[in-house]
């Protein structure tokens, strides 16, 4: 072992590239889109580092044109759990025992990889398995996840020099350690960057990982996976599982190894995920640590003094950007009668030039949303404000899944602030307004802070510096991601650790030092110098 502390220096995020018209990156991912689109793979369960095929296969395709296949994956049940139970136990206390610089190192060369010879692969499966731009994925498959493996790395660093104090004649020390057992991580489907730092996270610390990836994003997951094996990661440390929920769950949650569970996705899931191992307390080594997080109805609220041109940019952006599937995106909308006129004109007139289709269009703002599953469900919500008499669409409703899952830019007007598109989560490109009186200004800040269950992210918009203050105050809870005459959405690690809190998750936000501590199992240890001879103490002696 080395005998110096060694400096890994405060990362800076990284770069992104335009992909602009006549520039080198431009042409290198067409390239590389074209290199993957020619080719299917065959997409394993990765369990102690060996490619492990089942019985049970699934194609993947694209959003944006299901009839095209990338690939096929094999899905996992109670046996490969059991193996990836087994094979991580095995990992786990060689990994927990390697210094704490050998583990950064990987993570450090994984994160040059994907910003430097796999950044058109990450790039491209992303945009070809999830039907993101060019934009939309080079932020997150490629920045966001360096990011989070950069900055973790630092974090780690900075949280083991956090000593206590050691008066004369002793020695306090506080040792950082990973939890006994595994960390299941349960990922979406709607970030690479997230499906990468819910596994490796936990493992930075010294933990190790059974990763259950979203089916419908496999594709990017898989090739995550295969830039950790060119990294170094150890056999076991990371096990690779995909599968449907509950072959995967069930046997999980009743190992009496679980230590963690480090999770994004539905409310329900999550919820689900508690109660089980709730039920199942009293089978395990070690009282699991528990971190999610879930929904959103995202919220835009508007004072009579907001710049109405930056509303607009906002509006759209943080809507429709990657078809309105990111826990962050604006769902609801509060817009006083004063500006929504001019509002409304300034939206339809910038929101018709929106374009959506196939990602490969480099020229489209929008792709598809992600499978039929999540077709059929956005939209249902259309077809109701449709039928209803207390909605209407100002916008869009129209949608198509012959040939991609094409659902067509929404703006609904809610005529009820209880209405159906106001309340609940539709994780899809419709975005409802509810117009609200100038002096009922106070009464519609009650009104957005109480409507949803959840607590993820929101914006405000004024001039007026005393409304902002007092706009801040009142909807202090309702959420962790709070966003001043800006868009709600692309928190960036190390700038806006990302997390929300009631019905949206534990909110230990991810990009922080905050996230890493919840993999830790700290041991403070007091070291005496001259220990005490004498188990008497002077107020017992004699007058």
């Known amino acids: 072992m080395a005998n110096a502390f060694f ?71 109670e046996k490969e759990v059991e193996m990836a139970i087994e094979a991580s136990q095995q990992a786990r206390r060689e990994w927990a025992d390697l ?32 039907s993101k731009t060019p934009h939309q994925s080079e932020i997150e498959a490629v920045g966001e996840l360096a990011d989070f493996l950069r900055f973790n790395a630092y974090y780690l660093q900075q949280l083991y020099r956090e000593q206590p104090y050691s008066p004369d004649g002793m020695w306090n020390r506080m040792e950082y350690r990973p939890l006994e057992g595994f960390i299941f991580a349960v990922t979406p489907f709607n970030f690479t960057a997230i499906a990468g730092n819910l596994p490796l996270a936990p493992a930075l610390c010294g933990n190790v990982s059974l990763w259950k990836p979203a089916t419908s994003s496999i594709y990017s997951s898989y090739f995550i996976m295969k830039v950790l094996h060119e990294a170094g990661m150890p056999e076991g440390v990371i096990n690779f599982l995909p599968g449907n929920g509950a072959d995967v769950g069930n046997p999980v949650v009743e190992s009496e190894h679980l230590a963690g569970l480090h999770f994004t996705g539905s409310t329900g899931t999550f919820q689900h995920l508690w109660k089980s191992i709730a039920d199942n307390i009293e089978t395990y080594n070690t009282y699991p640590r528990i971190v999610g997080e879930t929904g959103g109805k995202d919220f835009i609220f508007a004072h009579e003094s907001a710049d109405v041109d930056a509303l607009v940019v906002a509006a759209i952006r943080a809507a429709y950007e990657y078809q ?13 009668e004063s500006i929504w006129g001019s509002f409304r004109e300034k939206f339809l007139e910038e929101v018709q030039k929106v374009k959506y289709g196939d990602v490969e269009d480099f020229s489209n703002f929008m792709g598809a949303v992600i499978d039929q599953k999540a077709f059929n ?76 269950p959840y607590g993820l992210t929101g914006a405000i918009f004024a001039r007026d510096r005393y409304v902002l203050k007092k706009m801040s105050d009142k909807l202090r809870q309702a959420a962790g991601n709070f966003y001043i005459n800006d868009k709600p959405t692309a928190a960036i690690v190390n700038q806006q650790p990302f997390g929300g809190a009631r019905k949206s998750g534990t909110n230990d936000k991810a990009g922080s030092a905050a996230n890493l501590m919840r993999w830790m199992s700290m041991r403070s240890i007091k070291e005496t110098t001259v220990p005490a001879k004498d188990w008497t103490y002077p107020y017992m002696r004699e007058e």
């Open 324 to 336: 309105g599937q990111k826990c962050s995106a604006a769902s609801r909308m509060y817009i006083p």
């Open 99 to 130: 210094p704490w610089e050998e583990r950064a190192s990987i993570f450090l060369k994984a994160a040059d990889l994907i910003t430097g010879p796999y950044r058109y692969t990450m790039n491209a499966a992303t945009m070809l398995g999830q």
């Open 7 to 77: 400096e890994i220096r405060e990362p800076e995020n990284e770069s992104y590239n335009s992909y602009a018209p006549g520039t080198p990156e431009r042409k290198k991912l067409r390239e590389e889109i074209d290199r993957l689109k020619g080719q299917e793979i065959e997409i394993p369960a990765i369990i102690g580092g060996q490619k492990i095929k089942t019985d049970h296969q699934q194609d993947v395709v694209m959003p944006h044109n299901h009839q095209h296949t990338l690939g096929s994956v094999h899905l996992c049940g």
């Open 377 to 452: 469900t956005i939209t249902s919500y259309i077809d109701y404000v449709q039928e209803s008499d207390d909605g209407e669409i100002l916008f869009g409703g129209n949608y198509d899944d012959s040939e991609g899952y094409f659902i067509e830019p929404t703006l609904v007007l809610a005529r009820d602030p209880h209405f159906k598109t106001m309340e609940e989560e539709i994780f899809g490109p419709v975005l409802t307004v509810y117009v609200y009186e100038d002096d009922q200004f106070e009464e519609t800040l009650q009104l957005c802070d109480t409507t949803s």
